[in-house]
């Protein structure tokens, strides 16, 4: 029995789990979408003693079935010990986001029973709090186009991959407007100079040359994205011996518009030229 490659699409109702299991197919999943909890070790044996084994899967699962986080983990660990791959990918997004989405789609929330769509959000989050913590990659779709996202689940699971076994994903962020939450490191750029308080930077962004010319003539900056470089070559490596397939990056400024954005960008290209897969974000760039 040739083991599969499973793939558990989950998280908050609206966050783009059906857009998720689109890409996925494109990229050579066989997937279903709501398949009952109790029918997943016969769908996946049914997969691989098949005449044409089917090697890759990918399932969403969540509160539409009812009851499963729990029977979810006790099959999941089965698969597991019997040597088949599985990955958890959670998508989620703000609350307001998710209100915004279901307004504008005039869908009720599956679990909002004649209630607004934000009491069915806040109990679905406390359903699904395990899942959260145990994910293998949560995608935070709040800011993300369906290209945003197709984009980073193929860098994620594409069969070509480069040496690198590790994915990474760089995000640069506002602190007012709070810290991503899926991010595994976080750093600060605010101590460097802002050109928030020049006229012709202000409406420009980190993805223009005026501000890194601006940004780097700052006696800091140089040493801290070197050290922050000297950092990353450091960690990256032990991460993947860990065996970890993502690692996510925050930048953060303080609205996440120029210094942040600036930064990422010069990490991102020093990690593709090191042959890791790097997948960049900047969330907050369109902010007001």
């Known amino acids: 029995m040739k083991p599969t490659e499973l793939v558990i699409i989950t998280g908050m109702s609206g966050a783009g789990k059906s ?10 999943f066989f997937c279903i979408d709501n398949l009952p909890t109790p029918l997943i070790p016969t769908f996946v044996r049914l997969c691989t003693q098949s005449d044409h084994a089917i090697e890759r899967v990918a399932l969403v699962i969540d509160v539409r079935g009812g009851e499963f986080v729990d029977p979810l983990f006790d099959i999941l660990g089965i698969l597991r010990a019997e040597g088949h791959a599985v990955k958890i990918v959670f998508l989620d997004a703000s609350n307001e986001v998710l209100v915004r989405r279901f307004s504008e789609s005039r869908r009720p929330h599956p679990l909002a029973a004649g209630k607004s769509a934000l009491a069915g959000i806040v109990a679905e989050r406390q359903i699904l709090t395990r899942l959260l913590d145990e994910a293998d990659l949560i995608i935070e779709t709040s800011t993300l186009t369906i290209h945003d996202l197709k984009r980073f689940l193929s860098q994620a699971f594409v069969v070509e991959r480069p040496t690198a076994k590790i994915s990474l994903s760089l995000v ?3 602190y007012k407007h709070g810290l991503p939450f899926d991010a595994d490191l976080v750093f600060d750029t605010r101590f460097l100079p802002s050109p928030h308080f020049i006229d012709d930077l202000r409406p420009l962004t980190g993805l223009d040359s005026q501000i890194g010319e601006f940004i780097m003539r700052a006696s800091a900056a140089k040493p801290y994205l070197e050290r922050l470089m000297d950092l990353l070559d450091f960690v990256t490596p032990l991460c993947e011996e860990e065996g ?11 609205g996440g ?3 942040s954005v600036f930064l990422a960008e010069q990490l991102a290209g020093h990690l593709r030229e090191c042959g890791y897969l790097v997948n960049v ?3 907050d760039i369109e902010r007001a």
């Open 19 to 28: 857009q998720a299991n689109k890409c996925l197919e494109d990229i050579g």
């Open 172 to 174: 640069s962020f506002g």
């Open 244 to 254: 970890r397939a993502y690692l996510t990056i925050a930048l953060g400024c303080t």
């Open 257 to 259: 518009h120029h210094r």
């Open 281 to 283: 974000r900047h969330r």
